[in-house]
């Protein structure tokens, strides 16, 4: 891997805390029944990242969805009563940090990362898309950066949450390095003198393509001058230069 890669890993999905302090995502495939050995701990997430040489690394962790979130082959089976539903403690994000890394988790605490009302995704991971395609950007811009995300979603998921469920999600930023982009504004062609607006619609169309996309598990990875490419979108993750 090329270290001047800027890598991007999120999870949008639930995370829950055992009786003795150990921290898991539940992708999938998880069996509720036997977590401790088919979820994913927070200790193979921080050995692998460990692995990665790139000097940017930005790991959003979208997790403690509400109840009836359906994030796992048996979401509704119950969480057994040796875990809690949680955010990501404070313990694994201090683990998470390096140079040159940044972390956003969609909740702090014990808050819910609530859904939208059309069952559709998350309302944080619906503003994360928004903002890939520049909704916290000024006209004229080609890239979003760290910055960019970080100040639509800080602004826009305690709205929502508070106009669809009168309750508080409060996204979490640790972000202790220099600003980096993490992707191509609209394929690189930036946008228009018009701003956001103007291009909202096509936007909206991208994101529900996305949903679509994610739901028959269809992806794209590219080559080294690629990344990874959301089908359907102008995003373009992979060789972007400061």
């Given amino acids: 891997m090329n270290p001047e890669a800027t890598i991007l890993i999120y999870y949008s999905g639930h995370g829950c805390l055992d009786n003795s302090g150990n921290y898991y995502l539940i992708p999938h495939e998880t069996d509720r029944a036997d977590i401790h050995d088919t979820a994913l701990s927070a200790e193979t997430i921080n050995q692998a990242l460990r692995e990665i040489p790139a000097q940017r690394l930005l790991v959003i962790i979208d997790s403690c969805h509400a109840q009836g979130m359906a994030t796992s082959k048996d979401a509704k089976s119950p969480i057994p009563k040796s875990f809690t539903q949680t955010a990501l403690p404070k313990t694994v994000i201090d683990n998470l940090k390096g140079t040159g890394r940044v972390v956003f988790t969609s909740s702090t605490g014990t808050q819910s990362s609530w859904?939208?009302?059309?069952?559709t995704m998350s309302i944080y991971t619906y503003h994360f898309l928004e903002a890939l395609q520049g909704a916290g950007n000024q006209p004229g811009d080609k890239v979003v950066k760290v910055s960019h995300l970080m100040n639509y979603l800080?602004?826009?998921?305690?709205?929502?949450?508070q106009k669809e469920y009168q309750t508080e999600q409060t996204p979490f930023f640790d972000f202790a390095t220099e600003d980096f982009p993490v992707a191509l504004l609209r394929g690189g062609k930036g946008l228009p003198a018009a701003g956001y607006e103007s291009v909202?619609?096509?936007?909206?169309?991208?994101?529900?393509?996305?949903?679509?996309?994610?739901?028959d598990g269809v992806g794209i990875i590219g080559d080294g001058n690629i990344g990874f490419n959301i089908v359907g979108g102008n995003n373009t993750f992979g060789n972007i230069t400061k």
């Fill in 115 to 119: 859904i939208r009302s059309d069952d």
């Fill in 200 to 215: 909202k619609a096509e936007a909206e169309e991208n994101i529900r393509n996305i949903s679509n996309q994610v739901k």
């Fill in 154 to 161: 800080s602004q826009t998921v305690p709205i929502t949450v």
